[in-house]
Structure formats: structure tokens, C-alpha cells
């Protein structure tokens, strides 16, 4: 329905947070751009609490009328999640298709949705958040004369809600059993690498951050950069959907996993959250995670506190987390670089700033490696190839009572070898 550019107006209540506000309002109209909506009209009302009829009070909702006729809008989008009652009051009023934040983030999910787990999740999250909605979802139908997507439109009136519901909460579960099938592989997978003690460092961030161009930019520097290693990234937001892992060995030996996230965004719908539980979970597995930041972002603060709550909802919030700013070649003077929390680095994908150090700073945090020397007897060559493998290796030196290494050992190598270590 909106693959041709609709136009559509937003409208949001300002609770009296002028910062809040715009960057809830601003956020909406980037949301809008993602669905290739052109904004033609921004509706705002001043108010302490929303009216419990409308959402806006009754006034608002009148000039709203003539707005969507003045403009020839095809839809109108709020800024909040409208309640079911809420939804279908408004549309009572307004001749147009009428949605609400959460609807239109769940549409841009739905166009971004590429593997087959990505796909069912969405559709969960839409469909139960249409459950409570149908009543309005059928007026919104009627008037745009769509078909009603997944759900069955036979019959009229009470008759076709009951059977939509029915089908609908059939249609869920079902779904949801697809789902549970692909997560039991996905938890197979996972349940391997920790076998394997692959020590996990999520990115995650919001939005268009920069979270896969810096795993593509490591992997790049790294030599790891096989045609099918690359993540996809784009300026656009929600590029990514699915989580992905990528291998990484470091030249001296330490091996881990980068795994790329789904990007947050304020206000992210709870039915999305909760469908795209399995995957986010992988994050909760992570050694240490990058939170990257968009420097250039007007509202870098407000995104850092939206990551964190997020995390902190995915129950993330004692993992080890550094604080990486990206997109530092778009800062033109460093001087008004104050963003809330501290940086562990800055970054830039554009000219490699920092990149190096991104590495060593994943590998000193992931590594609590000790420098040592060992004395290997001849007989336990095998030892040495161990190291080889899996240290690094600083100096070697043949002695006549055996082989003398220098060495970075990880704390459990160095209790294993630990009688060998030259006093
Ligand atoms: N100028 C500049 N642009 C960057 C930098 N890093 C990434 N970008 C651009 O930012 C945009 C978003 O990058 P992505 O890597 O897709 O962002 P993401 O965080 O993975 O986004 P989602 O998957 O949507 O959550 C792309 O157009 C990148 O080229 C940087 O260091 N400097
Ligand atoms: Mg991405």
C-alpha cells in the first residue's frame, strides 16, 4: 500500500520536554522517510496528559480534519502507541487511514525482513499487535480498500471480526511453533560455541550507528574479508535484522565472535522485542559489548540512554560494555564534543581512526593474558605447537635443557603449562 510515496501527517503531543519532544518528533519523521512517506504537515499540541477520547483534545482533532483534507493526506501517524479504544475514536473522525508509531515501525520491519526468522517474527509482533486492533484495522481497511493482508474479510460486521480473530490467534500460534523450531537450531549453534569457549562481543547501538560498517571495516583490516564475510550496511534505518556472527583471529592467536544486532530505536513496539527475543538473546551471551554511537547525531545522548534501557530490558545491563564513538570524521570541532557518557574511543569508518585501536581494545578487554617464560623439554614439542596455535609467541631460543619461550598466555593456558614457567 505504501510502496508509492504516500503523504502523510504527523502528530504528536508535547508534554512540556521541548528536548524530549523533538527528538521523539524528529525520530517520526526519520521513521516516515524509512516508509517512504513524505511528510507534508506536523500537528502539535501542548498538553499535560492526553485527552482519553482522542489522544489530542476534540479542537486539535477538528483542525486535524481539515488538515488531511487541505493537504490531500493519505495517512495519519501518531506519535505514541494509540490505545485499541483510542484508534478507532480517531479514526471515527478522520477520513483517512490512521496508524500510530508502533504500526509504522512494524511496516518498516516488514519491508526490511530478508531470512525466514526475521520474517516470522515480524509477523507475530504485527499480528499481535493487531489482535486488540481489529475493529479499527477493518475501518482502515474499508476506507483504503485494501484486502486485509493476512487476515480473512469474509462477511460482515461482528461475524468477519470473530472469524479474523480466530484466524488470526490460529495463525499465531502456528507461527510461533515455526519460530520455537528455528531458535532450537539457532540455540544448537549457540550452545557449540560455547562448547568451543568462543568468547562473543556483540555491537549493538541505535539505529544506523555504523554497527555493521565497523564489523565490515575490522573484518577488512583484519584480512578476514571473504566476499560472503560482509554485512550488509546501508543509510537507511534497520538495514539490519537479523543478527549475525562473524569469526575474527587476531595475529596473536585470540580467536572470538563479532555479532551484529538489530539497531534499537526509541520507543521500540514491546510485541517486536518480545518476538525478536531469541535472537537479541545472543547478546546476553556476550563477554563484552560495543555500544557504538552516531557522533554526529543531534541526539547522541538521547540514543545512548535509548540503547541502554533497551539492553537493560534484554537484562544485559552487568555485561562489560565500552563506549565507542563512531562517525568521528563528520565532527568538525572536538571542543563541543561533550556527549553524557565518557568515551572509550573515538572512530571513524571513513578515514580508519581508531580502528587499530578498536582491536587491541577488544583484545585487552576480552584477554586477561600473561606475559611469562616457559623451559618446554624436547620431549614436548607438542606444547610448543600448542602455543604456536594458541599464544603469542615473543621469542624462541634453544638452550640444551629444552626450548625457551617467550610467551602471552591466556590464564588458561597459563595454568596448564604452569610447570615449565622458568622461575
Ligand atoms: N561519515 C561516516 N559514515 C559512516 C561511518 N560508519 C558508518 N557510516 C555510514 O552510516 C550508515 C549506516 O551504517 P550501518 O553500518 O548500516 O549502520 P548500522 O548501525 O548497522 O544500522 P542498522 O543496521 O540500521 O541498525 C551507512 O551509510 C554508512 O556508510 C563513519 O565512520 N563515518
Ligand atoms: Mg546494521
Redesign the pocket.
Known sequence: MLDTRNKAIICGINFGHDEDFNYSFSELKNLCEACQLDVVCEVVQNLNTPNTRYYFGIGKINELKNLVDFHQADIVIFDDELSPATLVNIMDEIEVEVIDRTMLILRIFEKRAKTKEAKLQVEIAKLSYLLPRLVGYHKNLSRIGGSGGSTHTRGSGETALELDRRHIEERISKLKSELADLSLNRLTARKQRIKNEMKIVS?V?????????????LLSVLNEDEENKY???????????ETSTRRIKLNNNHEFLLT?????VSKLPHHLIEAFKSTLEEIRESSLIIH?I?S?SPYLDKQIETTNLVLKELGCENIKTLYVY?????IKNMVFFNPIIKADLL?????NEGINELIELIDNNLFDDLKTTLLLPFSKGDIYNVLKLKANILSTEYLNEGIKVEVILSKHLYSLYQEYILK
Not at 551484529?260 to 534499537?264: N, P, R
Not at 563512531?326 to 563528520?330: A, P
Not at 572512530?347 to 578515514?351: C, H, L, R, Y
Open positions: 555491537f547501538g541505535y539505529t544506523n550507528a555504523g554497527k555493521s560498517t565497523t564489523i565490515n571495516t554485512l550488509y550496511a546501508e543509510d537507511m534505518l534497520f538495514a539490519t535484522l551484529d544486532t538489530v539497531g534499537f557504538l552516531d554526529s563512531n562517525k568521528i570524521d563528520l572512530i571513524s569508518n571513513k578515514t
